[in-house]
């Protein structure tokens, strides 16, 4: 099983076409092995959000922006960020802790549920132990 992280979600989101690589593994595997966390979905929403309340943005670009989000991130399953994901969390010290708290939170829920988090934030989940991942955004290499 795989957890989509919050960049990949979002390069998929903003620039489909411009990451063939990433597109085909997804479609070539299937829906049921592919989630989000919620918390990528918080992150999207939270900057929709913003432009919505914020007094020097566009409130119906923001409303646009936010219905463009909640029918991209329908079509994947969800995972929720449990107890067992934050008793996870709690765990993570030293280098795991330079890394943002959304990505220690994705992580954890990868490892608390055995799952691989897909990213191309490689140099951040090389920090965290325990956790699986993966590139999809470039071919991968046979030995």
């Known amino acids: 099983m795989y957890i989509l992280d919050t960049n990949i979600v979002s390069l998929m989101f903003r620039s489909p076409n411009q990451h063939p690589v990433l597109q085909s593994r997804v479609k070539r ?3 049921e092995q592919i989630w989000v966390s919620v918390i990528s979905a918080d992150e999207a929403i939270m900057g929709a959000r913003s432009l919505i309340h914020n007094r020097k943005g566009n409130m119906f670009d923001g409303y646009r922006l936010l219905t463009k989000i909640l ?3 329908s079509r994947f ?3 929720v960020y449990d107890e067992a994901a934050h008793s996870v969390f709690n765990g993570f010290t ?3 802790a330079r ?3 959304p990505d220690r939170r994705i992580a954890a829920t990868a490892i608390s549920k055995d799952y691989i988090v897909v990213t191309q ?3 951040d989940f090389q920090r965290i132990p325990d956790v699986q991942y ?3 955004t470039i071919e ?3 030995n």
């Open 71 to 73: 029918t991209f991130y």
């Open 121 to 123: 934030n490689i140099q």
């Open 140 to 142: 991968p290499t046979l």
């Open 29 to 31: 595997t299937p829906n």
């Open 99 to 101: 890394v943002s708290k």
């Open 134 to 136: 993966e590139d999809w």
């Open 94 to 96: 030293g280098d795991a």
């Open 77 to 79: 399953q969800f995972l």
